[in-house]
């Protein structure tokens, strides 16, 4: 829940570079991980629940991460 004019700040697994298709590979085995989002599929998430998209980036740390920023007007 969020205040008026609230951001929303979410970060997932990214599906994007080498580093996160071979943790995607190795969570697939492990039966652990189906999906990881990349920038896209998550943006348009974050939109279909009524936010306002702020920006995206890449978080090059390990393990991969896609940190969106968004806000709802209230």
């Known amino acids: 829940m969020l205040k008026n004019n609230g951001r929303l ?3 997932d697994m990214s599906g994007e570079g080498i ?3 071979v943790m995607l590979t ?3 085995l492990c039966a652990t991980d189906n999906h990881y989002f990349d920038r896209a599929s998550l943006q348009e998430l974050v939109r279909a629940a ?3 998209t702020t920006g995206a980036a890449i978080m ?3 393990p991969p991460a ?3 920023t968004a806000y709802k007007q209230g």
């Open 26 to 28: 190795y969570g697939r």
């Open 60 to 62: 090059h740390r390990f």
């Open 50 to 52: 009524g936010f306002e």
């Open 9 to 11: 700040f979410l970060c």
């Open 19 to 21: 580093l996160a298709r």
């Open 66 to 68: 896609l940190l969106i």
